[in-house]
């Protein structure tokens, strides 16, 4: 069996190597894209130095552009099993992807309607929907989790949150923390409580 190549796998991530006052850093945060291996960082370099350009133009910098922007699409679709590329969005980050969808799904809600929320996600995932919460007049109510399990989403959690006809949105992060077998019970539970 062969041994993990740990240290080659640090040598990729500059942020790594990092010291602070107190003498090595150490990152203990789980965001994709805080700390990028350097191939990552010269791609983005590359971009903004070669291809910085609005889409769609007849000149080289822009179809450069629209040639990495294609190759992110179907890469990303290809990695995650989408149909076609024109499924993915990719954007600045996380957070403001986020917040950006739950405005496009406030537009449907009323006051009154809730949002439900779970204790366990990122605060880049929770404060988008809060905030929709507070200008939309919103309920919010927060799906517990297990603290000898630490796993959020089960039967009697979603039971006790009365979901029913004024439930607008649930959001919960299938792929952050979970297991396909842990994303079908999630699933399998709403669907027994709601129907």
């Given at each position: 069996?062969?041994e ?12 790594l190597?990092a010291?602070?006052d ?7 945060d789980?965001p ?5 291996p350097?191939?990552v960082?010269?791609?983005?370099a590359?971009?903004?130095?070669e291809?910085?350009?609005?889409l769609?133009g007849y000149?080289?910098q822009?179809?450069?552009a629209?040639g990495i ?8 679709a ?8 024109e ?7 996380m ?8 405005r ?5 809600l009323?006051p009154?309607?809730?949002i439900?929320?779970?204790?366990m996600?990122?605060e ?5 929907w809060?905030?929709l919460?507070q200008?939309r007049r ?9 603290r000898?399990t630490?796993r ?11 979901l029913?006809?004024?439930t607008g949105?649930?959001r ?5 923390y979970n297991t ?5 019970q ?10």
């Amino acid at each position: 069996m062969h041994e993990f190549p740990i240290d080659s796998v640090r040598e990729a991530f500059p942020a790594l190597a990092a010291q602070s006052d107190a003498g090595t850093t150490i990152f203990l945060d789980n965001p994709a894209g805080t700390q990028v291996p350097r191939r990552v960082a010269d791609a983005v370099a590359a971009a903004m130095l070669e291809a910085s350009s609005n889409l769609g133009g007849y000149f080289t910098q822009s179809r450069t552009a629209e040639g990495i922007w294609r190759d992110a699409h179907e890469a990303m679709a290809d990695m995650l099993g989408a149909g076609t590329a024109e499924e993915i969005v990719i954007g600045p980050c996380m957070t403001a992807l986020t917040l950006h969808m739950s405005r496009g799904i406030g537009r449907e809600l009323s006051p009154g309607d809730e949002i439900i929320v779970t204790r366990m996600d990122h605060e880049g995932d929770i404060s988008p929907w809060l905030h929709l919460a507070q200008d939309r007049r919103l309920v919010v109510k927060w799906l517990p989790f297990n603290r000898d399990t630490w796993r959020n989403y089960a039967y009697e959690p979603v039971r006790h949150l009365g979901l029913g006809a004024d439930t607008g949105v649930m959001r919960i992060g299938l792929a952050h923390y979970n297991t396909a077998a842990e994303v079908e019970q999630t699933l399998a539970a709403l669907e027994s409580v709601i129907g």
